[in-house]
């Protein structure tokens, strides 16, 4: 049996998932028409994948969301060719799709150093342009992230994600009594009886000082940023991931899952959430889901790592 409850986040709902940005190329320099001399281009517009980089940081620190690049330099008596204008890089997350306001694709980001020309500069005047400049492109652009879900089920090991997906969805992921059984992410389809349709991620599970990378921590947590909402799930009786590691209590787990994620990305934690109690047939599971709920309802001052 399962139960449902919500977490009050302090953020609650404004995780960003795509965002619209106006960018342009920088104009090209002047040509000299006495000399012949050619104005440098414009500066391209880029977008390029960096770690620790979320749409939302990107939001917030660029307000106006408008990235221009620089002008090229004008040709002149000491330099006749003048310097390109300098490039504008626009910082994104791993795992976004660049496309024009029109839906057309410019470019997968899936790898850190992934870079893809959003607007190029304008070419600088010369002998074929009446030493007249061009203007760069300007466009606007979208980022969308890719997601892998709608919902992603996050817990410590063993805690019942994968049983829960088998029991909501057509999914048949890999159960089983010990840690780590889940390595990859397991999509489930679930129709409801208007005929929509959410999709489930099974994720695996994460252990305290994953944001450090422990357990494979990052990778794993990757996952997380990339489904709409979050679940989290725990067990009822708590988690001791093996003798040497402290035994943690339901509201432990779900503090700690949540810090987990604070500490990788503080936006994860404004994904909408909700918390499932699992395994509740087992003995003294009501009594357990009771101080759950005291705790969950007065979560100050009871709990330290
Ligand atoms: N008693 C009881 N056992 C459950 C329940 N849900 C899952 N289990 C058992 O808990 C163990 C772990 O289940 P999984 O679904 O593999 O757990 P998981 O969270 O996917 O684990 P990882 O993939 O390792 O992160 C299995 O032995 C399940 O049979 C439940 O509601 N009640
Ligand atoms: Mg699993």
């Not at 012949?36 to 391209?44: A, I």
């Not at 190029?120 to 992230?145: C, T, V």
């Amino acid at each position: 049996m399962v139960q449902f409850s919500r977490i009050c986040f302090r953020k609650f709902g404004n995780f960003v998932d795509n965002l619209r940005l106006y960018v342009r190329g920088g104009t090209g320099g002047m040509g000299m028409p006495r000399l012949g001399g050619q104005g440098g281009n414009g500066g391209d517009v880029w977008v390029v994948a960096t770690k620790n980089v979320t749409l939302k940081r990107i939001k917030d620190k660029y307000p106006l969301k408008r990235f221009a690049a620089g002008a090229g330099v004008n040709s002149s008596i000491r330099a006749l060719k003048g310097e390109k204008g300098k490039d504008q890089e626009i910082f994104a997350p791993v795992g976004i799709t660049v496309t024009t306001e029109d839906g057309r694709i410019l470019g997968d980001l899936n790898a850190e150093g992934d870079r893809v020309m959003v607007a190029k500069g304008g070419p600088g005047g010369g002998l074929y342009s009446a030493f007249e400049p061009s203007k760069g492109q300007a466009k606007h652009i979208r980022l969308d992230l890719k997601l892998i879900a709608d919902l992603g089920l996050v817990g410590f090991p063993n805690a019942g994600k994968s049983s829960l997906l088998t029991a909501m969805s057509n999914a048949t992921p890999q159960i089983a009594s010990y840690a780590f059984t889940t390595l990859k992410p397991e999509i489930g389809k679930l129709m409801y009886k208007d005929h929509k349709q959410i999709s489930v991620a099974d994720l695996p599970g994460l252990i305290e000082g994953a944001h450090i990378n422990k357990g494979m921590g990052h990778k794993f947590l990757k996952h997380v940023e990339r489904t709409k909402q979050l679940l989290f799930v725990v067990d009822v009786c708590g988690f001791q991931l093996a003798s040497k590691t402290q035994f943690r209590s339901a509201f432990e787990a779900v503090q700690l899952l949540t810090k987990e994620l604070e500490l990788y990305k503080e936006e994860l934690v404004s994904k909408p959430a909700l918390l499932v109690v699992n395994k509740m047939d087992l003995p003294e599971a009501e009594d357990k889901l009771q101080e759950l709920k005291e705790q969950l309802k007065n979560p100050d001052g009871k709990f330290e790592v």
